[in-house]
């Protein structure tokens, strides 16, 4: 199945036969399945309260790789970043017969611009989330950094390189160097906790006299720190720039002892591990969904994050079948959960 998966290259923008090979695999398995305008796919389970979602994505970052299986292992683009994270909840929901719910969701466009969370996140929130992004089979993610990507752009006239007049680069460089001095100063021993500046791209153009410098700077936002917080800091000065957002994702932070996070911890106890929490520098659809939906939520799936988008991306079949058995447990826990939470609530309202 993860094969399959893998063997559909799918970069961001073109998922569209890789989301058919995802319906295609999961109506085999028993599911119901659909797709949107956004063009996410779905595959359905059940039905009534509780709603079960878990929320992966068919996309994955450029650069065509070989599928193939050798030494117990699926190498391809997606393998782990986060085809192995849909495989795993396919099989591992294949059995679920309730009470409630259960969605797969493989998302457009993560990789991108998250269009694909963007235009469920207008939907009715669901009552448990699972967001499909590669943590170990042992691992659970509780908190995502914020990014904010932004593209400054300075305009100027050109100038004699004898002048003691800065050119318009040299203005936009001097901005640059203030701002990444901005994030240093929120510097911590925590990675996680720090305000984090980079440069992403400086691009210089020349028509006759005009001359424009656009640099993008990639932010990434510690919980507590908002990305409005972090725009009324940018300096205007030097060279006053016009500012574009091209990402803006709030960090996000979920209790370590909410319904999603220990029914996944359960489920890897009872494979004998004891469950490692993560929180990650990078960001994910959990960024779009929970500010909005603000419900019980948690990440994890197969594979080693450090494989992800390299010429190494991998995950090892053992893993993911220790993956399909840790989600059919906190599926299962999850729905026990929403149902004996709606009870209590009928039993509220009636008093």
Known sequence: MLARLVGRYSPSGRERGAVREFRRVARALGYATSVDRAGNGFARRGRGRPRLLFLGHIDTVE????????????????S?????ALAAALCAGASFDGPGELTIA?????????????????????????IGEPSGWDGVTIGYKGELQLVATFRGHRTHYSSP??????????????????????????????LTAKTVAVESRRVGDAETTRVTIDFRLPP???????LRLLPEEPGRPKLAIRIRAEPVEVGRANPAVLALCAGIRSLGARPTLWRKSGTSDLNVV???????????????????????ESLAVAELERSVRVLAGAFHRLAEDGRRLGTRRRTRRRA
């Open 63 to 78: 650069g065509r790789r070989p599928v193939r299986r050798r030494g117990g292992r699926v190498y391809g683009r997606g």
């Open 290 to 312: 929970l500010p909005v939906w603000n419900i019980p939520a948690a990440a994890y799936g197969p594979g080693d994050a450090r494989l992800d988008h390299t010429a190494r």
């Open 80 to 84: 782990v970043d986060a085809k192995g």
């Open 165 to 194: 007049t800065p050119t318009t680069t040299d203005l936009a460089l001097d901005w640059t160097a203030a701002v990444r001095s901005l994030a240093s100063a929120r510097h911590t021993e925590s990675l996680f906790a720090s």
């Open 106 to 130: 493989a998302a457009v466009g993560e990789e991108a611009d998250s269009r694909g969370a963007r235009h469920l996140v207008a939907r009715r929130a669901p009552d448990r989330l699972i």
């Open 224 to 230: 507590g720190t908002t990305t409005d917080e972090v």
